[in-house]
T-cell receptor, first 113, second 112 residues
Framework: QQQVKQSPQSLIVQKGGISIINCAYENTAFDYFPWYQQFPGKGPALLIAIRPDVSEKKEGRFTISFNKSAKQFSLHIMDSQPGDSATYFCAASKGTSYGKLTFGQGTILTVHP | SAVISQKPSRDICQRGTSLTIQCQVDSQVTMMFWYRQQPGQSLTLIATANQGSEATYESGFVIDKFPISRPNLTFSTLTVSNMSPEDSSIYLC?????????FGSGTRLTVV
């Protein structure tokens, strides 16, 4: 059972453009929603995370939008740069303390100069 | 956030042999997680390892194939036993802390 569905599988954006990646979840018990960035040969690195008590969180060029009623959340990368080219994973977990993460399928982002 | 050192970074192993992957954390953590990432795929949780108790395995993963040790709050090992080419993957350890989850750089395993 795929509990976190991520789209698109791949995304090509021009430098300076906005990259948008979407995720939908099924389990309403999830209460922690992080996004990870992974470069080839490296482990995933936490980019930004949100909890359901807020609808939006922004850190620099990265913004998470969260829609609790629709059970969806998205990552927006403003002013996308070639250095942002990587694989992005959304994830979700539940519980007051950190439990296991369930990952989306991943999105390969390519930013053309 | 915690810093994780994972060894080896990569290995090529013969079919039927076993490989033990080490995960060292620079701070004490309660929960450690082991993931598998097959080529071009997402991360799948293998098991959760808490110090002082048996690891909890996810559906499709068994202790005989992936035995885990957790001798203290900063260290864990994952063994991939009786390997076959289907075990060729990246294996990652992860810990949960105040800043969220941190991942090691992974062990890229190729079974020939």
């Amino acid at each position: 059972q795929q509990q976190v569905k991520q789209s698109p599988q791949s995304l090509i954006v021009q430098k300076g453009g906005i990259s948008i990646i979407n995720c939908a979840y099924e389990n309403t018990a999830f209460d922690y929603f992080p996004w990870y960035q992974q470069f080839p040969g490296k482990g995933p690195a936490l980019l930004i995370a949100i909890r359901p008590d807020v609808s939006e969180k922004k850190e620099g060029r990265f913004t998470i939008s969260f829609n609790k009623s629709a059970k969806q959340f998205s990552l927006h990368i403003m002013d996308s740069q070639p250095g942002d080219s990587a694989t992005y994973f959304c994830a979700a977990s539940k519980g007051t303390s950190y439990g296991k993460l369930t990952f989306g399928q991943g999105t390969i982002l390519t930013v053309h100069p | 956030s915690a810093v994780i050192s994972q060894k080896p970074s990569r290995d090529i192993c013969q079919r039927g042999t076993s490989l033990t992957i080490q995960c060292q954390v620079d701070s004490q953590v309660t929960m450690m997680f082991w993931y598998r990432q097959q080529p071009g795929q997402s991360l799948t949780l293998i098991a959760t390892a808490n110090q002082g108790s048996e690891a909890t395995y996810e559906s499709g993963f068994v202790i005989d194939k992936f035995p885990i040790s957790r001798p203290n709050l900063t260290f864990s090992t994952l063994t991939v036993s009786n390997m076959s080419p289907e075990d060729s993957s990246i294996y990652l350890c992860s810990v949960a802390g105040e800043g969220g989850y941190t991942f090691g750089s992974g062990t890229r395993l190729t079974v020939v």
